[in-house]
């Protein structure tokens, strides 16, 4: 028989495939797959960066090459500091994806600079993986994302959807929590944030990435993991994690699947053209009944909220840092024209937005990994403590100092824009009487000597505690004064100090000598003891034989022993405040908390060094409270979240609240601290805490580094555990009657991971006061929330005249209903910006520095906001009166509305 005898082919043979096929039957399945071409690159994982960034260019060339071997091939792309190695590293690449983004077959989506951890950075972290990634994508490409994409992440915070409509991105792709890990069971949903934001929402069936053959298996899994009523459907395939990308194998499969109709329509498609497509599938009457999320996006991997302490204090430390940079980069650029150091801080953000990535942040990277993200979170704070001394120098020596013979002069800096009130530590030389402080007036402030940091022999060499009261982002001049002064009335007579009672005004806390714990603690304002009663340990250790993720765990709340006090120590009992040392140790580890009182404190502050020597265990620090009928609220980025009362390990930014009653009136307790995030809130009658309902923070975990479950561990093989060694945090217990909302929690939190700086300085003659305000919000905002700045910073375009704006951002925080309105105050312009905020609204404003150009209102990659009815008037000079007349409305931050 010759080749001209052979039957017509009906079905598609493995392999590349023939042309002049025949269509897909009649009984195909009515539904069309978008099948996603991608390549997942994990940018740390079980590699160093370096092998990432290498393997960005292999995986990019390899999908230039398909593309090139097929016409129909489209690649999708996020992260774009892929893009960003790509661009420094192989041009020739680069010019090729841009050609292709041309013609619409390389989609860049995700809009974010990586995919990272969606639960532990800062509100303003998230603002800025969108303001690099998208401005990078409008630079070089001239169009941005209009897709938010995160598929490998273990867990999305209920903000994510209003930051990414600020950015330009109107829907949402992501993998996990799978059905298995939560009740949310609809694949396409809308995501709505508290403001009223929403995104359309997908979460992949199955898997991001696949095998390099076939995609049938890919295909078959997806299908079954499918829940929507809808005939459009998306299906990632790739190889991923290390890179790769699409295979010949894949795509050939994915014609012939397409050919024989074995699963519908198979096209090869992108994320963008997917949403177009089931927007118009679904139709306005579909959209309205798709179900709406209007919660967090967990659980998978919670023992990654507490793995690796390091990277979670380092990142803490640096986004704070990089913040104060900005703020005081921006007020020197107005007062004194230097120019706003964009490239210096674009560079500390990139190093930051890169290690919240979502195996580094997370602590599930190899060991060597957290060397490289030690150096980089210190570049990035090297390079803000530069900006911020230069700034502080600059302004300083602006001041009027006069001289005083035998004095030294201090200036101290407040970065929060609202006014501070805070112990200042300082170290200081050549008074070996010792010294006390006193203000610009000669006024005496509150001050005592504590123990130096120099341990030598140097008798001029001490340091010194006072209480600096600072305006809004500004400064205050104080003095030190030779000679310890014991002045004439007692500072705070209320202020009582032994090793069982420390008292003021405010609070009062016993301890139990045995346990070194708290057994009361009075808010003597209203009489309210939240321990009242109270039973559990403090300390409970336990073995954790989990793996570094906590894969399938559900709470780390369970019993655990009690570390042993061995001591209890009274260190300082003096005018400014008291402090009690509590020493505890368990197996070969160690425990210190000191426990400081301020003479006019509402809270008590403690002190953490924790030197950790166990191998697979952890260490929960809990707070037993003696309240009924608890909630418990958690903070998020840029908001609050109330969860159940469960033990279950959930994640938070700086605190967590548990409110109840006592006696009938409502009161609670709420912890702030300033390195942690694993958290839960536990019931009356559960193992960790017996009778008392409670509050732990996981302090510390100690699983082998990338260790995955179910592999188990080599009893003869070697193995490096984590959070071996010494770590020391803060936090601070803050008793209350009402809710959460009457603490200042999220004040609270700001400023202590950003304390005031003070700095020795020189007596000169200058034009400035000795105390200044920059930028403040008015304390007193009309309505029922809390506004809350969030960043002062020099705008990322220049004005037409050449120089740099003010950006200011700012949020409300309680999330009380109604419209609150604060009045943020620019006093380096004389201009003021008067401005509505709904609940949990955040709002983005340029202020000019040519005061001829009207303040507006920006989104979150700093686009102007077309005018929406939500109302605003700037330009108001700060002296005006109240009822100076309003500018137009400029619009809401978000759209809040449907779509």
């Known amino acids: 028989m010759t080749r001209d005898d052979r039957a017509p082919m009906t079905n598609a ?18 539904r069309t797959l978008h099948m996603i071409g991608n390549a997942h690159l994990d940018l740390v994982w079980l590699w160093p960066w370096q092998e990432a960034y290498q393997e960005a260019r292999a995986t990019f060339w390899s999908a230039i090459h398909r593309m090139e071997e097929y016409p129909d091939f489209v690649f999708t792309c996020d992260q774009i500091v892929l893009l960003a190695w790509v661009e420094e590293s192989d041009p020739e690449l680069f010019e090729k994806i841009r050609e ?31 303001l690099l990634g998208q401005r990078y994508l409008l630079s070089r490409f001239g169009k941005p994302a209009t897709v938010g994409m995160n598929v490998d992440p273990f867990g999305h915070n209920v903000m994510i959807p209003q930051i990414l409509r600020g950015q330009g991105m109107d829907s949402y792709t992501f993998l996990r929590p799978g059905p298995h890990e939560s009740d949310l069971h609809d694949n396409a949903f809308w995501w709505q944030s508290p403001d009223g934001s929403r995104v359309l929402a997908w979460r992949i069936p199955f898997e991001y990435c696949s095998p390099p053959g076939s995609v049938v298996g ?88 507490s793995a690796h302490s390091g990277i979670k204090t380092w990142l803490r430390r640096a986004q704070a840092n990089v913040l104060n940079a900005e703020r005081w980069a921006a007020v020197t650029s107005v007062t004194h024209g230097l120019a706003y150091p964009h490239d210096d801080l674009r560079r500390a953000w990139e190093q930051v937005l890169f290690n919240q990535f979502h195996d580094l942040l997370p602590g599930s990277a190899v060991e060597p990994s957290y060397e490289d993200a030690r150096d980089q979170l210190g570049e990035a704070v090297a390079i803000s403590k530069r900006i911020v001394t230069r700034a502080h120098n600059v302004l300083a020596r602006q001041v009027q100092v006069d001289f005083e013979e035998g004095t030294q002069p201090v200036v101290v800096f407040n970065p929060h824009p609202w006014e501070v009130e805070t112990d200042i530590e300082l170290q200081y030389g050549v008074q070996p009487s010792g010294v006390h402080v006193v203000d ?299 809710d959460w909302r009457e603490t200042d929690a999220m004040r609270r939190a700001q400023e202590m991971s950003l304390a005031p700086r003070a700095m020795l300085e020189s007596s000169h003659a200058g034009p400035r006061p000795a105390s200044a305000s920059f930028l403040s919000v008015d304390a007193s905002t009309e309505g029922p929330g809390d506004v809350i700045v969030s960043a002062v910073k020099g705008s990322e375009d220049a004005a037409p005249d050449g120089t740099t704006d003010l950006v200011v951002r700012a949020y409300e925080s309680t999330g009380r209903p109604g419209t609150t309105v604060a009045t943020l105050r620019c006093e380096l312009l004389g201009r003021e910006v008067r401005a509505e905020f709904g609940p949990s609204q955040i709002r983005t404003f340029r202020i000019p520095v040519d005061l001829s150009r009207p303040v507006e209102e920006v989104d979150l990659v700093e686009r102007p906001v077309p005018s929406s009815g939500g109302g605003f008037r700037g330009d108001a000079p700060a002296d005006a009166p109240a009822d100076a007349p309003a500018e137009p409305s400029a619009g809401a931050g978000g759209d809040g509305g449907e779509e």
Request: net charge negative.
């Open 218 to 305: 890919q295909t078959e899994k997806s299908l079954g993991q499918l829940n929507t009523s809808t005939g459009q459907l998306m299906v990632f395939y790739g190889v991923g994690n290390h890179g790769g990308g699409p295979t010949k194998e894949n795509i050939d499969s994915i014609h012939r699947f397409d050919t024989m109709g074995s699963f519908g329509r198979m096209t090869l498609s992108s994320p963008p053209r997917f949403f177009d497509a089931l927007r118009s599938d679904l139709g306005d009457e579909g959209l309205a009944t798709l179900p709406v999320r209007t919660d967090d996006l967990q659980h998978h991997a919670p023992g990654c909220y």
């Open 13 to 30: 043979p493995s392999g590349p495939q023939p042309t002049g096929l025949q269509q897909p039957p009649g009984a195909a399945p009515d």
């Open 100 to 130: 292709r983004v041309a013609e619409g077959r390389w989609v860049n989506v995700g809009g974010w600079w990586v995919e990272p951890d969606c639960n532990m950075p800062s509100g303003e972290s998230f603002v800025r993986q969108g």
């Open 440 to 738: 610009a007036e000669g006024v005496l402030t509150p001050s005592q000597t504590i123990q130096s940091t120099a341990t030598t022999d140097d008798k001029g060499r001490g340091a010194v505690a006072f209480r600096a009261s600072l305006p809004a982002l500004g400064y205050r001049l104080y003095r030190l004064r030779p000679g310890v002064v014991v002045p004439s009335s007692p500072v705070a007579p209320d202020l009582r100090a032994t090793e069982r009672v420390l008292e003021n005004a405010h609070v009062r806390a016993e301890i139990d000598p045995t346990t070194g714990w708290l057994t009361s603690l009075v808010h003597k304002a209203t009489g309210l003891d939240v321990l009242a009663g109270a039973s559990g340990e403090h300390t409970q250790i336990s073995q954790d034989p989990t793996d570094t993720w906590g894969h399938r765990v559900i709470s780390y709340a369970g019993q655990g022993a009690a570390m042993r006090t061995r001591r209890i120590v009274l260190r300082e009992n003096g005018p400014l405040r008291a402090r009690l040392r509590i020493e505890r140790e368990w197996g070969s580890s160690t425990l210190v908390e000191e426990l400081v009182l301020g003479h006019d404190a509402d809270s008590l502050e403690v002190r953490v060094t924790l030197d950790w020597r166990e191998e697979a265990h952890l260490l929960k620090l809990r707070f037993p409270v003696g309240l009924e009928a608890v909630r418990g609220t958690y903070e998020i980025p840029f908001g609050t979240i109330e969860r159940p009362v469960d033990g279950a390990e959930e994640p938070a930014q700086s605190w967590v609240d548990l409110t109840g009653t006592v006696d009938g009136r409502e009161a609670g307790l709420t912890v702030v601290n300033d390195a942690k995030h694993g958290y839960d809130v536990s019931p009356a009658g559960s193992p960790s805490t017996g009778d008392s309902p409670s509050i732990g923070i996981t302090a510390v975990r100690s699983p082998v580094y990338s260790w995955h479950d179910p592999r188990t561990l080599d009893p003869e093989g070697l193995y490096s555990f984590q959070d071996q060694g010494i770590q020391r945090f803060r936090y601070v217990l803050v008793p209350h009657a009402g």
